[in-house]
C-alpha cells in the first residue's frame, strides 16, 4: 500500500521543500542585501503566503476572486492546447504510418521533419496566428488558430516517433506473421502498432507540455483576452504593483503543464499494460 | 554514387516545395502580405542584413550564454543527486513532471528580476529551459551503467571516485549528448520567445516582433530564417563535439 | 517407420540448392530427402551446414535458387499461404503485449476464426504444453521454458500437420531442455505432426527423432541419415541404454566423417556434447 503513496509523497515533499527554500532565500537575500544575481525583495519575490492569499481576492475591482478567473483563462487555454494535441496526434500517427510503407517517401520528407525541429517554431507562433485566424469558421476564431500552432508542434514528434516505432518490430515476429502469410495491413494492427506504442507515448508526453506551451505563447499576439497567454501579458504591466497575481497565473500554468503530463501518463499505463519507463 | 541516390529524394521534395510555394504565391497573388514567397524571404535576408545579422548574433549569445549555464548547472546537479542513489531515484518522478512546466510563462518574471532590456533576462529563461531536461538526462545516464561493470570494477578494488570515472561517466555521455542536442534546440527559441516580451531593440525576437506588427511580414520571416540557421547553428556544433567525444560509440 | 511409397511425402526436396548472392556461399546444394507423415525428422550439423536454411526453404522464408520442393503436395509458398505448418524459433517471440492466451490465439485471429472457438482451442493448448492457470499471464512474468511452451502451443493451435522448430530448446539450460524434450515427444505422440527438428546436440536429436539428417557444411549438404529405433515411449531411462549411446556414437561419427570440412571450434562444439 505503502508503494502506491510514494509518488505522491515525494511530490508533496519536493513542494514543501521547494517553499521552504524559497522563504529561505528570500530570508537570507534580503538580510544580507545581497544584490547577485537579482535584486531580492517583497516583488521580485513575493512571499509564498501572499501568492496563496492572491488567488482567494479579486484582480479587480468587482470582479471574482483570482482563483476562478483564473480557472477560466485555464479552461479556455487548455481547450486550445487539447485540440491542437488530439488533431497533431492523429496527423502524426497517419503520417508516420504512411511513411512507413514507403521508403522512397521516408527518403524525401524525413530530413525535412528532423530538420524542422531546429526551427524555432515557437517564434513564428503570432504570425500564424494572424495567418490563420481569418481562414477559421466563426465559432472555431481566436482559439481555433492558437490550437493550429499546438496541432504544429505535436505533429512533428508524433510522426517522427510513432514512425521509428513501427520500423522498430521485432525482424523475428515479423518473419513469424510471414509464416501466417499475413496481409500488410494485418502486420501493421497486429504488429508494428502495439510495438510503436512506447515510442508514441514517449513523443506524446513531450506533445503535451509543447502543446500548452504553444498555446500559451500563441494567444499573445492576438490578445486574445480569455486564456492564460493574455492573463500572462497583463499581470506583467502590473507587476511592479501586484507581483503576486503573475506569480498565481504562473503557478496555474505550471499546473496545466503538468496536469496534460500527468494525464497523457495516465493513459499510457492505462493503454500499455506494462509499466511505463519513465522517459524525459 | 549510392550517396546521392539516398539524398536524391529529400532534394527533390525541398525544390518541389520550393517551387510550389514560389509559383502559388506568384498566382494566387494572394498572402503575398502575410507568408511571402522564398525569393522575396532570402532577398531580404540579405538586404536588410545589417539589421538582421547583428540582431540574431546579440539574441544567439544569449542563447549560448543560458545553453552553456543551463547545461552546466544541470550536468552538476545531476552530479551530485547522482551520488546519493536512493535520492534520485525517488526525485525522478518530480524532475521528470518539472520538465512539464511552461518555462516560457516564467519569461515575464525574469525580465522583472533582470531588468527587461538587459539579456540576462533572456539567458535565465535559455538557461532554466535548459537545465531540465540536461539534469534528467544526465542522471539518468548516471544511473545507467551496467551493474555487471560496477561488479567488474569492485573485483578489481576500485574505489568510488574510479567507478566514476572508469564506468558511471562513460556510460553517461551519450545521454548527456541527446540532452544536449534538445537544449541546443531551446536555447534558441527561449532566447527568441522570451524577447517577445520585452527585449532591447536590436535583440532578433523584438526585431520579429516589431516586423510583424508593422505588417512586414518579409522581414519578420527573415530573421526567423536567421534564428533557424543560428539554431542549426548551435545544434550542429554539439553534433561535432559529439562525435569528437563518442568516437567509440557504435551507434 | 520408414517411408512407405503408398503413403505419399509430406515434404519432398528434389536437388534444392541455396547460394547466397553475399559472400558466395552455397548454403546448400543438391539436396534430396523425402518426409512421410508422422516422422520427426531432426537436422544436425556444425554451423555453416545449412539446417537452418533448409528449413527456412521448407517454410518459404527463403527462396532456393534450384530444386524443386513440394510441402503436402504443393509448392512452398502455398503451403505457407494455406497455412499448412507452424514454426517454433530459438527465441519464443511473444507478443509483450498480449496475455499468455492471446499469444497462442494469434494465428487463430490471423485465420478469421470467431472468439469461442478461439478460447476453446486456446484452453486446449493450454492443457496440451500444461501451462492451463498462464493464460492470463504475460510473457515476461514466465521462464523462458515457460515461454517456450506457449511458442509451441501457438504452433499447434491451428493443427497443421507440419511443425517446423529452429533449435527451438537452445537458449535454455539443460535441465530445462531435457524436460522439455520429454513433454514434446509426448504432445507429438497425441498430435501426430510431422516435425523438422533443428539442432546442434546429438543427444538431443537422437533422443527425439525417427530420423537424423546429418549435415556438413562448405557447401550444405546431407552427409548421411541414421535411422533411429528406439523404443517408445522414449523417457529419461532411454538416454542411459547402450542402443542410445550406440546411436549417438554413429551420429558423431558421420559427423566427424566429413571432418576434413570441420573447423576445430566446431568439432569441440560436438565433443562437449557428451
Known sequence: MFDRLRVPATVVAALLALVGLWELYHWVWTTTGWTWPFVVNDTSMPHV?????????????????????????????????????????????VLAVLLVHSRLLQRGFLPYIVASQTVPILAIAPMVVVWVNPKLPGPLQGWGAVAVIATYLTFFPV??????????????????????????????????????????????????????????????????????GGAIFNFNQYYSIEPQELWATNVIAALLGIAFFVLVVLAEKAVVQRSPEYVA | ??????????????????????????????????????????????????????????????????????????????????????????????????????????????????????????????GVLCFLPVMVNTLRGLQSAKPRQIELMRSYAANELEIWRRVRVPTALPFVFTALKVASVLAMIGAIVGEYFGGALNALGVVINNAADVFQFDVAWAGILVASLLGIALYGAVVAAERIVLRWSPS | MSSAAAIPAVVRLEHVTKTFPRGNVTALQDIDLELAPGE???????????????????????????????????????????????????????????????????????????????????REMLELVELSGFGDHHPWQLSGGMQQRVAIARALAFEPALLLMDEPFGALDEMTRERLNLELLSIWEKTGNTVVFVTHSISEAVFLSTRVVVMSPRPGRVAGIVEIDLPTPRTAETRDSPMFFALVTRVRELLRSRGEHLLPEEEELLEADR
Open chain 1, 49 to 93: 503566503w501572499t501568492i496563496i492569499k492572491a488567488f482567494g481576492q479579486p484582480a479587480q475591482v468587482n470582479q471574482p476572486s483570482l482563483i476562478v478567473v483564473l480557472l477560466h483563462k485555464t479552461a479556455f487555454t487548455a481547450k486550445e492546447a487539447a485540440a491542437g494535441f488530439g488533431v497533431g496526434a492523429v496527423i502524426g500517427f
Open chain 1, 159 to 228: 510522426a517522427i516517433n510513432t514512425l521509428r516505432g513501427l520500423q522498430a518490430a521485432d525482424p523475428r515476429a515479423l518473419e513469424l506473421m510471414r509464416t501466417y502469410a499475413a496481409s500488410r495491413r494485418a502486420v501493421l494492427w497486429k504488429l508494428r502498432v502495439p510495438s510503436s506504442l512506447p515510442y508514441l507515448f514517449s513523443a506524446l508526453r513531450l506533445s503535451a507540455t509543447v502543446s500548452v506551451v504553444g498555446a500559451i505563447i500563441g494567444e499573445l499576439p492576438t490578445g486574445l483576452q480569455n486564456g492564460l
Open chain 2, 1 to 126: 554514387m549510392k550517396r546521392i541516390g539516398e539524398w536524391l529524394p529529400a532534394l527533390v521534395v525541398f525544390v518541389l516545395v520550393v517551387g510550389l510555394w514560389e509559383a502559388l504565391v506568384r498566382a494566387l497573388h494572394v498572402h503575398q502580405f502575410l507568408l511571402p514567397k522564398p525569393s522575396t524571404i532570402i532577398r531580404v535576408f540579405w538586404t536588410d542584413r545589417h539589421t538582421l545579422w547583428p540582431a540574431g548574433w546579440y539574441t544567439f549569445k544569449e542563447a549560448l550564454g543560458g545553453f552553456a549555464i543551463g547545461s552546466g548547472l544541470g550536468i552538476l546537479a545531476a552530479t551530485l543527486v547522482g551520488r546519493f542513489r536512493t535520492l534520485g531515484k525517488a526525485l525522478m518522478p518530480v524532475f521528470i513532471a518539472a520538465n512539464a512546466i511552461p518555462i516560457i510563462a516564467f519569461a515575464p518574471i525574469f525580465g522583472a528580476w533582470f531588468n527587461p532590456i538587459s539579456p540576462h533576462s533572456k539567458m535565465a529563461v535559455a
Open chain 3, 40 to 122: 520427426f525428422v531432426s537436422l544436425i550439423g556444425p554451423s555453416g551446414c545449412g539446417k537452418s536454411t533448409l528449413l527456412r526453404v521448407i517454410g518459404d522464408l527463403v527462396e532456393p535458387s534450384g530444386g524443386v520442393i513440394s510441402v503436402n503436395g504443393k509448392s512452398a509458398r502455398q503451403a505457407r499461404e494455406d497455412g499448412d505448418y507452424g514454426i517454433v524459433f530459438q527465441e519464443a517471440v511473444l507478443f509483450d503485449w498480449r496475455t499468455v492466451a492471446r499469444n497462442i490465439a494469434l494465428p487463430l485471429e490471423m485465420l478469421g476464426w470467431d472468439r469461442d472457438r478461439r478460447r476453446a482451442r486456446v
